[in-house]
């Protein structure tokens, strides 16, 4: 174990992260599975017969044209799932206590196991020593923060010290938070307009993800989401792989109360595109969400099929796609951060990030390793299983809900 700000910043990071991870491991909560190797995306290759006519399968008319659904497809990809969303537009105060409340709630699992850590460091303590930093150090590596992220907040907090803003060891959580805060908005400089913000019409949004992660439903929640801001979206079923996966999305956009266009199972998801972004023209709608396969084989197939979906929806609306965003499952931890960082080398223009099921982990220090390593702004958290349980992710609200600190918390 390193001492920061007293001597050499550097150690064996090998031996350092079999330790923390020999520890995270040994504090795994009873019940929750330890992640397994990433799920990288696999099993796809793009269909090359064009599909069947459009189907608009949950008509705002409520023409009931679209397929038949058999209850069994609710229970695909069943489980906590995602949330969050606001399209980088600034929230009222009272939205912004809400959101800040459903965060606390939603960062239960991962506040509890660190605020315990914490106050075992500070209770009692009169000084701020090396044995101090060691443990906040090994606090967070047991949140799920990765070792790398670690280094950063404690050498940040060892250079609050050098400076001689901290003299208290209880006020060491606030240089904690600020370090927090620099690095959570370390990807602000990346996010793209969001559809409340573009002129862009229609919008176009693709979504990517591995299957498992809650992606069908992140959909319907961002589509609730912005039907209740003014904004008139439709579902683009392009997952012409998964079985049921049309079926699904469809169910979700009748809970939502939008539109899903949809071609048969096996078709062509750039015809569906082309479709979806036909619809929204000759509706008015203002946006299209692109619900893409998520089990995808090989890189070569997941650029292929991805890359013919962006040309098609190019032709067919200037500039887009105008957003892509990423969904990653939080319970998975670090293997989370693999999935993330493969999906960036394989893909140009990831604009954001959607982390789901973040109320179903202690391991919600991997936000944090997240926005380090890839500099992509995070968007949305998922807190919940309902359609509206889904928020825009700030970073001070996180800092202060994931330290246990009050709204807005600073030194004094």
Do not use: C
Not at 1 to 11: A, D, Q, Y
Not at 19 to 35: C, D, F, H, I, V
Not at 270 to 297: H, K, N, P, W, Y
């Amino acid at each position: 174990m390193r001492f920061f700000g007293f001597g050499s910043k550097k150690g064996k990071r090998g031996d350092k992260a079999a330790e923390a991870n020999a520890r995270r491991q040994a504090s795994q909560p009873e019940g929750e599975e330890s992640a397994g190797a990433p799920a990288a995306p696999d099993g796809h290759v793009a269909p090359t017969k064009d599909s069947a006519p459009i189907k608009d399968s949950a008509s705002s008319s409520g023409s009931g044209n679209g397929p038949a659904i058999s209850k069994s497809a609710e229970d695909v990809d069943r489980g906590p799932e995602p949330e969050g969303t606001n399209g980088g537009q600034g929230e009222s105060t009272t939205s912004k206590r809400q959101t800040r409340g459903r965060l606390v709630k939603g960062l239960f699992k991962t506040r509890e196991r660190l605020s315990a850590s914490l106050g075992r460091i500070f209770l009692g303590a009169k000084h701020i020593s090396p044995e101090l930093l060691n443990q906040l150090e090994e606090a967070l590596i047991l949140a799920d923060v990765g070792v790398d992220t670690v280094d950063k907040v404690v050498s940040s907090v060892s250079e609050d010290l050098k400076r001689r803003e901290l003299t208290k060891p209880d006020v060491v959580k606030f240089s904690v938070k600020r370090a927090l805060v620099s690095i959570l908005s370390s990807g602000e400089s990346r996010r793209a307009p969001s559809v409340l913000e573009s002129q862009q019409r229609p919008f176009v949004s693709l979504v990517v993800g591995v299957n498992g992660t809650g992606k069908t439903t992140t959909i319907a929640k961002l589509a609730r989401r912005y039907v209740q801001q003014g904004i008139t979206p439709i579902l683009v079923a392009a997952d012409t792989f998964r079985a049921a996966a049309i079926e699904q999305l469809t169910i979700w956009g009748e809970r939502a109360g939008v539109d899903v266009i949809a071609h048969k199972q096996g078709g062509s998801p750039a015809a569906v595109v082309f479709d979806g972004i036909a619809a929204a023209r000759s509706r008015g709608a203002d946006m299209v969400i692109v619900d893409t396969a998520g089990r995808l084989q090989t890189k070569k197939n997941l650029m292929a099929e991805l890359a013919k979906v962006s040309r098609v929806a190019a032709a067919n609306a200037p500039g887009a796609p105008h957003e892509t965003l990423l969904v990653l499952d939080a319970t998975l931890g670090q293997n989370a951060v693999s999935q993330a960082k493969q999906f960036n080398d394989w893909l140009d223009g990831i604009t954001g990030i959607v982390l789901t099921k973040i109320d179903g982990t202690a391991k919600g220090g991997v936000v944090v390793t997240i926005a380090d390593e890839l500099s992509i702004p995070i968007l949305f958290l998922g807190t919940g299983e309902k359609i509206d349980d889904l928020v825009e992710f700030q970073p001070e609200a996180f800092a202060d809900a994931l330290l246990g600190l009050s709204s807005g918390a600073i030194e004094g």
